[in-house]
Antibody, heavy 120, light 110 residues
């Protein structure tokens, strides 16, 4: 059974930094691209970032480019999101999601999310 | 912000058929697969349809997806109370080099 468990969400002040983690199990982690997707309170879904199976390629939404960094450790079956220069508009539930099939297909499994609140 | 356009709401009585549209452009729906997700209140999204019209195992065949040109649709037949949820379409966007989501549709079972 595929499981994705996010952690690291807290309340942080504007301008602060945070690192989210996602522990994956139930599938061969290094076979798949992985994503971060977020959802602001009461709002829709917004894709944040993507990393290829080997970490060699990364993509970011314009809203986070230059502030967030996605990475993975295939030896630990883990995905990360380093978030710097946080803004109030980054407040959201952050989901880790597995890519479907090969290449950069979209998401087939999602974690339960970890809540990031940016507030003074 | 969302690049794909969906109606904000849709409704039907139990047993009816409901269709949700998703309108995009040549850079997303027009040239890439469409995915559909169901988000029940307070839960994470769940994959309903992948690669335009494929159902993952465990998803009832009451749910079906289709795509034509730069638009896609999700149909729910035999509507049930447990289908009350938010539904999102999504597709890769070649211009943005990333996935884009629809605005979301809230389905209500009357």
């Amino acid at each position: 059974e595929v499981q994705l468990v996010e952690s690291g969400g807290v309340v942080v002040q504007p301008g602060g930094s945070l690192r989210l983690s996602c522990a994956a199990s139930g599938f061969t982690f290094d076979d798949y691209a992985m994503h971060w997707v977020r959802q602001a309170p009461g709002k829709g879904l917004e894709w944040v970032s993507l990393i290829s199976w080997d970490g060699g390629s990364t993509y970011y939404a314009d809203s986070v480019k230059g502030r967030f960094t996605i990475s993975r450790d295939n030896s630990k079956n883990s995905l990360y999101l380093q978030m710097n220069s946080l803004r109030a508009e980054d407040t959201a539930l952050y989901y880790c999601a597995k890519g479907e099939g090969d290449g950069y297909n979209l998401f087939d499994y999602w974690g339960q999310g970890t809540l990031v609140t940016v507030s003074s | 912000q969302s690049v794909l356009t969906q109606p904000p709401s849709a409704s039907g009585t139990p047993g009816q058929r409901v269709t949700i549209s998703c309108s995009g452009s040549s850079s997303n729906i027009g040239s890439n697969y469409v995915y559909w997700y169901q988000q029940l209140p307070g839960t994470a999204p769940k994959l309903l349809i992948y690669r335009n019209n494929q159902r993952p195992s465990g998803v009832p065949d009451r749910f079906s997806g289709s795509k034509s040109g730069t638009s896609a649709s999700l149909a729910i037949s035999g509507l049930r109370s447990e289908d009350e949820a938010d539904y999102y379409c999504a597709a890769w966007d070649d211009s943005l080099s990333g996935p884009v989501f629809g605005t979301g549709t809230k389905v209500t079972v009357l």
